[in-house]
């Protein structure tokens, strides 16, 4: 699809759809609608009167061939109330355009976007809302096509501001790619897990470094025991499928610089080991690598937009089943680190191969290191499906998390890394046990993470349940979210020494 920007009036647009987005109004003093509705008889006058069309979010009209247009159809939508809107209005409104009829069945569509709406972060999340909103889930229905039906050749960003045309086109283009590398990530999570072993998942992280220009390293099990990786060695042992361990590397800068390390959880398929978890949703599992399917896309994504940060990610990748050869509850494994572990329950794998993770990123000697996980069941009760829990040891990194969660909508919230969490990790026989129970398990498991890290800053972003829209939402459709790589992109583009 053809991304375009163009200075020009909207009655004139010369396209199958024009998109017309509206604030919320109580008389129709817009000048395009005076136009709209004199053009259709006082239709929207109408729609007005009787509430059907007032700007509200979420509504929408449609015209057919209004006289003085030159698109064949019109279509408003309402952005809500004025004062409350912001760039997330935006790619709300386009997510929700991407699935109307009026865009899906043409070729040509254009959104005009006019003062005070002239802006960057409005035309990239114009870009955005329209990519995201219109993914389609992978399909394995025999017989039909695993690829969007998207017909749209190309969206123009129309706009009265002539000399922010240049401007606005870097800013969609650069909303189409971070689009794009959530798509992937979105890809990624919802690929089975029998399609997607730690071995075909490191396969596919190789092709993606050729294609989108990054390094991929790959240790093999091999290279795993030889690094005395315990932790990801003890919860890949059920398995018949053997782990691997990757090393991302996006060299923006001259190797001098200290690179920023970001550390994804891969489990491809959770099924809680011996700690067996019940049948109900255990599907969802093949999650529970999406913390990695975000670093992988973020790495690309930094890759394609050409960040100037040198960016390393490490991805341990195994899956977590119960078998004769499983670990089990009460065995106690030695970490890369050399700090003994208690297993209490197997199915907090995820901790166990993050720490030796975090534990490898002293290598890299980084200026921070951020890891992203689905990492607790607990999540649930904290923010739901509204936000991720985040903890970090350095304010400074923190803020930055928190700007990068403001601009792009995808939010976090900071919870207490306090000593109560620590203590709930003590073991009676090892240095730490591997589960502090049900009472606050997002934070007993960021405080068992937190023995694993070296002298930088490190913050922990909890993405359980965020990996996975239930109902599905503007721009996000019922699956897998991708949560997380609009997020890290912002934040890696706007980077700051913490
Ligand atoms: N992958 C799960 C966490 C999870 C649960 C993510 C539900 C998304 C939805 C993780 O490995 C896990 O099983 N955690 C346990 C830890 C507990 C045994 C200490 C949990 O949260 O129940
Ligand atoms: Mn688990
Ligand atoms: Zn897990």
Redesign the pocket.
């Given at each position: 699809m053809n991304l375009l920007v163009a200075a020009g009036a909207p009655q004139e647009a010369a396209v199958d759809t024009l998109v017309l987005l509206v604030p919320s109004f109580e008389e129709i003093t817009h000048k395009t609608l005076q136009a709209l509705d004199a053009a259709t008889d006082g239709t929207l006058t109408s729609l007005y009167d009787i509430e059907e069309f007032r700007g509200k979010e979420g509504e929408s009209v449609a015209l057919f061939r209004p006289s003085g247009f030159v698109a064949r159809r019109v279509i408003c939508l309402g952005l809500g109330a004025a004062k409350e809107i912001n760039a997330d209005s935006f790619r709300r409104a386009m997510g929700r355009a991407s699935r109307m009829k009026a865009i899906r069945s043409v070729e040509t569509a254009a959104v005009y976007l006019e003062k005070p709406y002239v802006d960057s972060a409005n035309a990239g999340a114009i870009a955005e809302g329209y990519l995201l909103g219109s993914f389609k889930m992978l399909n394995y229905k025999t017989g039909e096509e695993n690829v969007a039906d998207l017909k749209l050749q190309s969206l123009t960003i129309l706009t009265d501001q002539k000399q922010s045309v240049k401007k606005l086109q870097g800013a969609a283009e650069r909303g189409r790619v971070i689009a794009e590398g959530q798509i992937l990530a979105r890809r990624l999570s919802a690929t089975p897990a029998n399609d997607l072993t730690p071995k075909k998942y490191a396969e596919e992280a190789r092709r993606l470094a050729k294609e989108f220009g990054f390094e991929c390293k790959v240790l093999d099990e091999k290279a795993i025991a030889k690094e005395k990786m315990g932790g990801l060695l003890a919860v890949s042992q059920g398995s018949a499928e053997p782990p691997r361990f990757l090393v991302l590397e996006h060299k923006g800068r001259s190797d001098k610089q200290k690179p920023i390390v970001l550390v994804g959880k891969g489990?491809t398929f959770?099924a809680?080991g011996i700690?067996l978890k019940p049948a109900a949703n255990m599907h969802?599992?093949k999650q529970?690598m999406t913390g990695s399917a975000v670093v992988v896309a973020t790495i690309a994504t930094a890759a394609r937009l050409g960040i100037a940060r040198n960016i390393v990610g490490l991805i341990p990748m195994t899956e977590n089943l119960p078998s004769g050869t499983a670990v089990k509850p009460g065995d106690i494994i030695t970490m890369r680190k050399g700090k003994t572990v208690e297993i209490i329950?197997t199915?907090?794998?995820?901790r166990l191969i993050l720490a030796d993770a975090l534990d490898y990123a002293n290598n890299f000697e980084p200026q921070a290191v951020i890891d992203i996980a689905?990492?607790?069941?607990?999540c649930l009760f904290i923010l739901g499906y509204a936000g991720a829990p985040i903890v970090g040891n350095n304010a400074n990194l923190m803020n930055l998390i928190r700007g990068a969660s403001d601009s792009t909508a995808e939010r976090v919230w900071e919870m207490p890394l306090w000593d109560d969490f620590r203590d709930a990790m003590k073991s009676d026989i090892a240095d730490l046990q591997n589960?502090g129970g049900r009472p606050a398990?997002t934070l007993t498991a960021s405080a068992f993470l937190e023995n694993f890290i070296g002298d930088w800053p490190w913050a922990h972003i909890d993405i359980?349940?965020m990996d996975l829209e239930p109902k599905g939402t503007a721009y996000t459709p019922k699956g897998a979210s991708g949560f997380g790589v609009r997020l890290l992109t912002e934040l890696l583009s706007n980077w700051k020494k913490v």
């Open positions: 489990v959770d809680g700690s969802e599992m529970d329950n199915d907090a794998e995820g689905t990492l607790t069941g607990a589960s398990g359980a349940y």
